[in-house]
């Protein structure tokens, strides 16, 4: 059985956090003068809401997902890291990651000194549960999976995941940060069934955000306070917060982009795979691509002395002459592929 209490570190677990001054007085009040703000340069003076109730109340209908059950961070990369500081016990426990995936599970476990244990996908991009259990031990406290998967593109199989959900004791994290160019729904609708679930999402890709760094993280309440309770007070500023409410306000133009990527990658797919120095496309459910090359650091190199760059992914395992090349707009894609049209 999963039981929170056993994985929360005992340090976090006796933690008494900091108490800032928006978290004592909580109502409405017209005269503040209890956080040492300047009463001068509004609204840039006032401490932003530590908890971003408002943003919340959007993304919770958006995503049909409670408000209580929603993180909100400094990119994804920050619940990352707060995971492994929450559950982690340095050079004592451990996580279990499928390999290749997104970078930074590894590097956040090498800041926080624990060991990252890698299950190789097969030739397919699919994991298998038992496998990854396998890797487990008593100190495994985070799984960590990311569907669609970064390189690779594809979805990782539902009924994969929720064989480890159901016997993995630990917290499972299901990375989503590609879902909306997936034709699936979101793990986050199966938080009720799984206490142990974390699902992350992200406004940097479909949404089109990535320099605001808004990170999502779903997950039960009893989890969500946890991260709450190490997070820096003010971690999500004022300009991120409007700039989210703003964009949330017009869902329709991010439907909008999302539709034009998804017929913008068909293309691309399509003309790629007539050229004559590609070797193979896989299925993807993300807005890149992963693509075999006959020589990917010699068609990288070309291509950055054109001035268009892509992601050479030659040295990740399974990955070998593979490019990740990202769908761009309709112009972009076309300058790319007629420089690929030049090599041979
Ligand atoms: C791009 C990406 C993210 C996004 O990270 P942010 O810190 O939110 O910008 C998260 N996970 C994966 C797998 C990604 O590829």
């Known amino acids: 059985m999963f039981d929170l209490n056993n994985i929360i570190r005992p340090n976090i677990k006796a933690l008494k956090p900091y108490s800032c001054a928006r978290d004592e007085f909580k109502g409405e009040a017209s005269v503040f003068l209890d956080a040492n703000e300047n009463p001068y340069n509004a609204p840039f003076n006032r401490y932003p809401d530590p908890l971003q109730w408002s943003v919340k109340e959007r993304i919770a209908e958006i995503k049909g997902v409670a408000k209580e059950s929603i993180f909100l961070g400094n990119g994804s990369d920050e619940p990352i890291d707060l995971m492994y500081r929450a559950f982690c016990e340095p050079r004592v426990d451990n996580v279990v990651a ?6 930074m599970y590894e590097v956040c476990a090498d800041i926080n000194d624990v060991e990252y244990r890698k299950v190789e996908l097969d030739e397919n991009f699919q994991f298998s549960a038992e496998k990854l259990l396998a890797k487990a031990d008593e100190h495994t406290k985070v799984m960590w999976l990311c569907s669609p998967n970064n390189p690779t593109g594809n979805l990782l199989q539902s009924t994969e995941i929720e064989k480890l959900l159901q016997a993995f004791n630990g917290i499972v994290v299901v990375d989503e940060a590609y879902i909306d160019f997936a034709e ?102 993300a807005n890149f691509v992963l693509t075999k090359v006959k020589d990917a650091n010699a068609t990288y190199a070309h291509l950055v002395s054109k001035g268009v760059i892509v992601r050479n992914r030659n040295s990740v395992s399974l990955c070998g002459n593979c490019l990740r090349i990202t769908v761009g707009t309709p112009e972009e894609n076309e300058i790319l592929l007629k420089e690929l049209k030049t090599l041979k």
């Open 98 to 103: 499928i390999n290749p995936t997104y970078g």
């Open 184 to 285: 699936t729904v979101s793990f986050s609708c199966k938080l009720n069934q799984h206490p142990n679930l974390i699902v992350l999402q992200t406004f940097s890709k479909a949404w089109g955000s990535a320099a605001i760094r808004l990170g999502m993280a779903f997950a039960s309440k009893e989890i969500i306070s946890v991260l709450n309770k190490i997070k820096y007070p003010y971690n999500v500023n004022i300009l991120t917060q409007k700039q989210a409410l703003e964009l949330m306000s017009n869902a329709d133009k991010v439907a909008d982009w999302v539709k034009t990527l998804k017929g913008e990658r068909c293309k691309l797919i399509d003309e790629l795979q007539n050229l004559e120095i590609v070797k193979g496309i896989y299925p993807t459910d």
